[in-house]
């Protein structure tokens, strides 16, 4: 048994769920979920996506739906504050720097130490 297959019903488990009544909530056909778990293939399928959406910085629902999720936007604004962080640090640095360049010039033009 594969980890996805694993997980779902392990949730199935805690959520108290039966085949048939996750196949209700899911809006599957019946007999579709018994299938969907033994379909080795796929869940491999499945983990190359999630590898590609990692890539692209896109959740899995996106690829699949074409929707950005409110998750997507989250991860996509953490990450430009990230850089901006970085961006702001980088700028302190040369402003430092900046100024014993400055120094430096200023005392070999005028001969000062």
């Not at 019903?9 to 996750?22: A, C, H, V």
């Not at 019946?30 to 910085?57: C, M, P, R």
């Not at 504050?81 to 720097?97: G, H, T």
Request: glycine residues 4%.
């Amino acid at each position: 048994m594969n980890k996805i297959t694993e997980r779902i019903l392990n949730l199935m488990k805690d959520f108290g769920f039966t085949e048939y009544r996750l196949t209700q909530k899911a809006n599957l056909p019946t007999g579709t979920l018994n299938k969907t778990l033994k379909a080795e293939y796929a869940w491999k399928q499945a983990e190359h996506l999630y590898k590609i959406s990692k890539v692209f910085d896109v959740s899995m629902d996106f690829l699949v739906t074409g929707t950005k999720t409110i998750q997507d936007e989250n991860q996509r604004v953490l990450k430009l504050q990230q850089a901006i962080i970085k961006l702001e640090k980088e700028n302190e640095r040369l402003k430092e720097r900046n100024k014993i360049l400055e120094k430096a010039l200023k005392a070999f033009v005028t001969g000062e130490k």
